[in-house]
């Protein structure tokens, strides 16, 4: 088949998300001589209202949205015959034009857990601090206050959050802190108890914008030529002269532009092809590049470069659930302007004029990355006991989840629910260490066609579910002695067998502070244990596909990024995480981005920054 060449570049990204605008951007700051092209699958977002108007996000989860790609895991047993549906960022920046916005970090110990040269939690710090602007508090000692990316509180103050606070602190008997995500403090609640303003997102306080990898790293150096990106390029694989690589085959992707030629191309890079297109893509890239394992490779006639087991391995993700419950009718929440109300004008115009009101908020102001106390303990199945003792006991930076209020109705990816109009709240909980690991990898599909073997592994380990069911029961407790409760959305909790003292209803309002927590019997476990199997999914966490190993314990990189038994080639997104992190990942996929480019600026002689 003959190719177009259509140019030569430097340094060609096959995939242009998060971790992918870090590290051009960075490399065309310290050398704008350098040729730098961002191939992306996805369309640009550039000031786009769905990416830059933080209340939009829920919309890019949408079933008709093409700003994601909505993966579809294998049917599991253990998610009562489910197959799974897995969103992962499909645009300009990726996940972080599409993603929640929430704030949060992992503790610095994950990161040590890595064991990798050069990516200790001595080493990233710094590089933590270079890439925001922490806007919420002045001298926090492990904080940024000059980078590309803004940490602010928002654009208005949720009551809501105020109450599941004010719950958390005195029910559920935790102390509460202003700063969780200072690496090391856990098991305290955060955010709004006393100061509303110590809610933390991934929002410009200024303009009131989400804070992108895209806009703060990419569109923000239009001047300069020399970094292109190109949207709507689906990259079929990397190209090879014997095993060094040389650039990358494309297309034109039939989802962005449907109606352009789908003839493949050829662009060259005479320095460096960096593989940066996520948790599936990035393995998938390299597998039909001949990279990976041999049964996987042979079973879809793509010949061998080579042998690299470890390839699409290795698949991490949280495990979320999302509970709605009813909020008060006088309660600000965000469903009337999700609903398209008369709210969304004078908030719009509130925002275009100061960046302020709704249109600069997520409904997340509050959260407890929690840790079990010895009475909780006794009451959690006796299965999550060796998990608790093995990993976490000794470990008390290391959060089991993390419980949060939404001011507003989240549907389910598994369940979608149709909300009447009213007022709303929904309780989520997720899981930061899940034991299960899942795969991904490329399969040839009955008429012949590319398509996808992806197991999620979700909650094949019987550990994992025990924290999901306590969430449930803990969260329900907290969310009935707020002020705004008003009942549970029964369609969106477990079927409850009749007569159950826990049967979900409608309230007048909340139960006293002091009021006894509803009993639950064998056969309510029962129910919330199925419950969870129907409706647990993905938090959009992925990572680990590409690990960053050693290549005898099935790694893909090593410490600088290079992929085994190859030259020239180097994979940087959440893939290479070889462990789970304790955070939303939005900040470890910066932080990559971050300690990427300072490899590749060493390797290619390129002087840096002085991160000091």
């Not at 041999?294 to 470890?310: D, F, I, M, T, Y």
Request: net charge negative.
């Amino acid at each position: 088949m003959s190719h177009s060449i259509l140019s030569e570049f430097d340094i060609v990204f096959a995939g242009g998300g998060t971790t992918a605008c870090v590290i051009a951007g960075r490399l065309a700051a310290y050398d704008p001589s350098l040729r730098i092209l961002i191939l992306e699958a996805g369309q640009h977002t550039l000031n786009k209202p769905i990416h830059v108007q933080p209340y939009q996000f829920a919309y890019n989860q949408a079933p008709t949205s093409t700003t994601v790609t909505f993966n579809i895991g294998n049917p599991s047993p253990h998610l009562n015959g489910r197959a799974p549906i897995v969103p992962c960022g499909r645009c300009v920046g990726g996940g972080s034009c599409v993603n929640f916005m929430v704030y949060t970090r992992a503790p610095a110990s994950d990161y040590d857990d890595w064991g990798a040269d050069g990516w200790k939690s001595e080493n990233l710090i710094p590089l933590m601090k270079k890439l925001e602007t922490y806007e919420v508090q002045p001298d926090r000692p492990t904080h940024g206050y000059d980078g590309p990316i803004k940490v602010s509180s928002g654009g208005c103050k949720l009551g809501i959050c105020d109450e599941f606070i004010q719950v958390g602190t005195t029910y559920h008997k935790r102390q509460y802190a202003d700063d969780t995500d200072d690496l090391e403090t856990c098991n305290t609640y955060s955010a709004v108890a006393k100061f509303w303003l110590m809610c933390k997102r991934y929002i410009d306080g200024t303009s009131g914008k989400r804070s992108d990898a895209a806009h703060n790293y990419i569109y923000n150096q239009v001047h300069n030529p020399n970094l292109q990106v190109w949207d709507g390029k689906r990259v079929k694989r990397i190209i090879f002269e014997d095993k060094r690589a040389v650039g990358v085959e494309f297309a034109s992707d039939p989802v962005s532009f449907p109606d352009a030629d789908q003839s493949l191309s050829i662009v060259k890079a005479s320095k460096l092809v960096i593989v940066s297109a996520g948790t599936f893509g990035s393995p998938t890239i390299l597998e039909r590049s001949g990279i990976g394992a041999e049964a996987v490779l042979k079973r879809c006639h793509v010949e061998q470069l080579v042998n690299l087991p470890g390839v699409g391995e290795n698949y991490r993700d949280h495990n979320i659930a999302l509970v709605p419950y009813l909020a008060a009718d006088e309660v600000v929440t965000m469903d009337a302007l999700w609903r398209g109300e008369s709210i969304l004008q004078e908030s719009l115009a509130q925002w275009n004029s100061n960046g302020k009101s709704l249109i600069a908020q997520n409904g997340l102001d509050s959260k407890i990355k929690w840790r079990p106390d010895d009475e909780e303990l006794k009451t959690m199945d006796p299965v999550f006991q060796s998990r608790w003792k093995e990993f976490f006991q000794d470990r008390p930076d290391k959060a089991v989840a993390i419980f949060a209020v939404l001011a507003g109705c989240v549907s389910p990816l598994s369940r979608p629910l149709n909300f009447p109009p009213r007022n709303y709240m929904t309780a989520s909980y997720f899981t930061l260490y899940p034991v299960s690991v899942g795969s991904v990898h490329i399969k040839l599909t009955e008429d012949s066609k590319e398509g996808m073997d992806f197991t999620t592994g979700f909650l094949d380990d019987p550990s994992d579910i025990v924290p999901l069911d306590f969430g449930y029961k803990k969260t329900r407790e907290i969310f009935r002695r707020m002020a705004s409760y008003r009942g549970e959305v029964t369609a969106g909790h477990p079927n409850f067998p009749g007569g159950s003292a826990a049967a979900c209803r409608e309230a007048s309002g909340p139960v006293d502070l002091n009021a006894p927590d509803i009993v639950y019997t064998a056969e309510d476990d029962e129910a919330i244990n199925r419950f969870h199997r129907d409706i647990m999914q993905t938090t959009s966490h992925s990572l680990g596909t590409c690990a960053m190993k050693s290549e005898a314990d099935q790694g893909v990189v090593d410490a600088r990024l290079n992929v085994y038994g190859v030259s020239n080639l180097k994979v940087a997104d959440m893939s290479i995480s070889p462990l789970n992190v304790g955070t939303n990942t939005y900040s470890t996929a910066l932080l990559i981005g971050e300690r990427a480019a300072m490899i590749i600026a060493e390797d290619l002689g390129i002087n840096c920054m002085d991160l000091n």
